[in-house]
Each structure stands twice: as C-alpha cells, then as structure tokens.
C-alpha cells in the first residue's frame, strides 16, 4: 500500500511555514507571473528561491505552478522564467500547456514535470502520452470518479504518479476552463484571473428564460435547462476527509488541498485534518474507523456546504451546486503562540484578532486534538495586565494551563 503525499496550497511565505509545521510533505504556489491564481499574494523570484530552500530544509517538497495557457507574445518571457526554476531547483514545475512541458525540459532538466489539472486529464491514454513528454505525475481532472482513477492507475507505468484534489473549491465548468469571466469583466481565468463569476448571485429576467447578475442587468444569459442541466451555478466545496480509504486504494499518489487564496489558519487546519487521518487509516486499515471530530475540524474554516465532489457522482447527474451561494465563515483566528515559558506557564501571542481577558478559546497542535482553555491574567509586552489585545499583531502574553509550542494556533471556540 503506497502512502500518499499531503499537498497543501500555499499563497505566500506565511501559509507555507504554516503548511510545513502542520504535516504538508509537499506544496505548491507561484510566482508573481504565470500561475493560475493572481489573486493569492504569490511569491516575489527572491521569495521562491528562499521558500524552496526553506521547504527542503525542513523535508519537505516544492510545486511551483507555471500553468497558464500562455499566448504567442508570452513565451520568451515565459522561457527565461523557466530558466530560473531550473536555478532554484523545485521538486517539480506544474505546467498545463503542452510547449510549456517541451519548453520545461529545455529550459529546466532535471526538474520533475507535473501535468496540472488545467490540461483534463481524463483517461490513460492521456497519461501515457504526458509520460513518454517526460511527466513524472498527471494531476488529473476532478470531474473523474473513484473507479476511473482505479482503472486509470491499472492502465498505466507504475512510475507514473497520479495526483487527485481531495478537498476545497470545485468549479461547474469543465476543471477551471471557463470564458464566463472573460465575457464579464475581461478577465482570463486561464491566465489565473478568474472573477469567479459562478459565485455571483443571479436573478431571472421576467417571464423570459434569461437571468442576469444582479450588479449586470444589462448582461442576459439563457437559464434554460436541459438533460444536461445548467453550469453558471454556485458549486459546493470538495471534502473527502470521511473517505480516506477509499481514496489510498485507488492509487492516489498524492491527496491535494485547494486554496491557495484561503487563510493561513486554513492552510494549518487541512494539513492537519488530512495528514492526521492519513496516519491514522495507514497505522491500521483494518482496523480503522473514522474520527467525526476531525470532520469538526473542517467545518470550522472558510468554506461552501461540502461535497464529495464527482468521486461518487457523476457531474451529468449531479452537478453539486450549493442551496446556499455565501461561504460558511470559519471560526476567529485570535493568535499565535511566538514561545512557551515552562517554568512560568506563560506564552507569549502574536495578536491575530481581538482577544478579551477571560474569554474560552481552543489552541490547534500539530497532529493533537484541539484543546480548550480561558484566557487569564493577560498581559502587555512590558508585563503590564490587560483586558484585551485589540491591536493588530501585538504581542501579549497569558499564562497556560498546558504546555503549549510555537506556531500553536488559537481560535475563538
């Protein structure tokens, strides 16, 4: 039974500490240029190279994503940048574009080549074909079921790996090749600037079969419904949490977490559900029952209602769009723990959000179960008692009752 790797997003250097001190073995971000998310801060070329480094010191793997589908006036720009991954020496380079993977093994040899879900990777063939170009892994398409994959990884080289989203944000069109942001606001979301117009609200347009965007009235689409339903909806969050199982034994090589946009508590908080639930299932499959609190877990960050995506539904069939468009707001991130004083049971706190002096709160551990605890005797950084840390990034200390470590988590219960 093979162990997958835990893949988490990182959209800037502090969600990536994040990810890497709560079970990532491998993440993945971008550049400033040619990722497929520009809204998440990305990473300055001086940055990308101190992240790698970072990363690899600490064991664990780098992705950097060069996914776009670049245009002609882009690709000696896009060449050079190759070069530089290629200095910096990534574990792989993400990539979408099929002169983008010919170019990647010019420009930067000896960097792994993974096949990023853009390019619909949806049968064997495909991945036969994205092997014999040199590709070490195919990401492949989220529209595909558990048995697909099963029968994908049977039909192809066994040191082809294969990499699946496990959870976060899905897409209604066809794994992220959508023109509705372009028709709306110019915006390409296969250049990673999607307005994310499927998450908008619409209303109908009278007795007719249009709607519009309820900011765009002048803007109609057709809202009839046919057999194969309609795609400009809302879709839920992916969660697969519940079906580790299922997905080890279909030779998933690596378990990949969306959201790269999302917070760093979000980033910490998934790393730590999946990674720990991993392990779990891993120590005895047998055995092995599922933990409903680490689906708690989940529930208490950023998200739409969850799904288990089209692992187990067809997308014809179920299209899996939400009853409800707005996010389910995650629960308040009030802190991080800077360090721990044994002897004097204090901790000192980065403020992240409000805290009040006797307020219950819950600490998140790496690989531990969250733990509550009150808020007591707080203090100013010059030792001085306080009701509360209102400032943004303050440093305060409370005294603990347990041990606690640094890059502990605490957040409003």
Known sequence: MI???ILSPCGNFEKL????????????????RFGMR???DNFTEEELQSAVEYAHRNGVKVYITANIMPRQDEIDEFSEYLEFLGEIKPDAVIAADIGVISLLKKK??????????????VNSLACRAYHE??????????ELSLEEIKKIREEIPDDLELEAFVHGAMCVSYSGRCLLSNYFVGRDANHGACAQPCRWEYNGAGLSADIFEIKRPDIHLSALENERGTFIFSSKDLCM???????????????????????????????NAYKTELLRYLKDPEGYVFDPKVLGELESVSHREYCTGYFFDHPLKNAQITKNGGYIKEKAFLATVEKYDPASGRAVLIQRNKAVNGEEAEIISPGLESRRFRFEDMRNENGESIESAPHPKMPYTVKMPFAVKEGDIIRGK
Not at 108 to 121: L, R, W
Not at 245 to 256: T, Y
Request: proline share 4%.
């Open 3 to 5: 162990r997958p790797e």
């Open 17 to 32: 500490k994040f990810a890497v001190l709560y079970g990532a073995d491998a993440v993945y971000f971008a550049g400033k």
């Open 38 to 40: 520009t809204a998440s």
């Open 108 to 121: 930067a040899p000896g960097i792994d080549i993974h096949v990023s879900t853009q390019a619909n990777t």
């Open 133 to 142: 170009l040199g590709a070490k892994r195919v990401v492949l398409s989220r």
């Open 241 to 271: 949490i519940e079906h580790i199982p299922e997905l080890v034994k279909a030779g998933i090589d690596s378990f990949k977490i969306e959201g790269r946009v999302k917070s760093a508590y979000y980033t910490a908080v998934t790393a």
